[in-house]
């Protein structure tokens, strides 16, 4: 029972990780269109970096729950958002 209640918070967490990852991959794409204003684009590199952020602590806590990362559930909707 043990084993599953911690696989299960792996899986949570290794989604939770990737979800965050790909947050702040977009807000780096996004940073750099041509007609984005200063004002944005530094509000967007402060999000990027909080993301990034979570996404290592986040790893840590996947590491005390099995060392190793889930499989992800399902794709993310938004990783082909333009």
């Known amino acids: ?15 939770m990780l990737l979800m965050e990852r790909e947050i ?22 402060r999000f990027r970096a ?10 840590e806590h996947v590491e005390k729950y099995g060392g190793q990362m889930a499989s992800p559930n399902a794709p993310f909707p938004w990783t082909n958002a333009a």
Do not use: C, F, N
């Open 24 to 45: 702040a991959d977009g807000l780096t794409h996004r940073v750099s269109h041509p007609h984005m204003d200063s004002e944005t684009a530094t509000a967007m590199q």
């Open 50 to 59: 909080v993301g990034t952020t979570h996404a290592d602590t986040l790893a």
């Open 1 to 15: 029972m043990e084993h599953r209640k911690q696989d299960a918070i792996r899986q949570s967490l290794t989604d």
